[in-house]
Each structure stands twice: as structure tokens, then as C-alpha cells.
């Protein structure tokens, strides 16, 4: 099975950016849909985007459209979350999840995926 790790959070000003990383190991790195999801104290895990395995298809929530972006590097088996223009409530844990029958139905629900990492802090405040 996948093993994943995130990094790349931390303290930003609204209006700047963060990327955010998440390094697998386990199996082919290519196998596997990706996703990026954003939790708050007291709400459900909502799904921010998302990549597909083999050709690479992009999701995006509609808060995320036209600020983020989604990339993967199977080589470093590595999959980015570039975000620009950040926002208060962008804050949040930011998780990554694998999932290995590709993105289905949908591909932005946390149900979708089998693996998870443990998350990395995103803070958007002045």
C-alpha cells in the first residue's frame, strides 16, 4: 500500500501563496488518483482537488478554481498543490489521499480514497 507524507504548509498573508507536496512510497506512484483535501475544527473533510492516475484529469472544487493547482510528478513520485491568492478561509489541514481505482464518480469525495497522510497546516491570516 501507498504510504504518503505532506509538507509544505505553514503562516501566510492573504493575497500570497503556498505549495503544498505529498511524497508517496509504496507501489508505482502512477497507479494511484490523488487528492487534496482541507479540514477545520468542527466541519467535514472537503475535497479541494484532485488528479487521476494515467491521464492525469484535474478536479477542482469551486472555491479552488482559477487559484489553485494540481500537479504530479510520478518520477519523484510527488503530487504539488500550488495555491495562489490565498484567503482566510483557506486555512485549514490539508490532506492528502490516494486512491487506487483512479478518480470515479467523484472524485472530490473523501470516500473516494483508501490511503491518507497526516496533513500539514495551512494558516491564511494577517
Known amino acids: 500500500q501507498v504510504q504518503l507524507m505532506e509538507s509544505g504548509g505553514g503562516l501566510v498573508q492573504p493575497g500570497g501563496s503556498l505549495r503544498l507536496s505529498c511524497t508517496g512510497s509504496?507501489?508505482?506512484?502512477?497507479?494511484?488518483?490523488f487528492g487534496w483535501f482541507r479540514q477545520v475544527p468542527g466541519k467535514e473533510r472537503e475535497g479541494v482537488s484532485a488528479?487521476?492516475?494515467?491521464?492525469?484529469?484535474?478536479l477542482y472544487a469551486d472555491s479552488a478554481k482559477g487559484r489553485f493547482t494540481i500537479s504530479r510528478d510520478n518520477a519523484k513520485k510527488t503530487v504539488y498543490l500550488q495555491m495562489n491568492n490565498l484567503k482566510p478561509e483557506d486555512t485549514g489541514v490539508y490532506y492528502c489521499?490516494?486512491?487506487?481505482?483512479?478518480?470515479?464518480?467523484?472524485?472530490?469525495?473523501?470516500?473516494?480514497?483508501?490511503?491518507w497522510g497526516q496533513g500539514t497546516q495551512v494558516t491564511v491570516s494577517s
Open positions: 489521499a490516494a486512491s487506487q481505482y483512479g478518480l470515479g464518480r467523484d472524485g472530490l469525495n473523501k470516500t473516494e480514497y483508501e490511503y
Open positions: 509504496g507501489p508505482p506512484f502512477n497507479w494511484y488518483a
Open positions: 488528479i487521476n492516475s494515467f491521464d492525469s484529469r484535474t
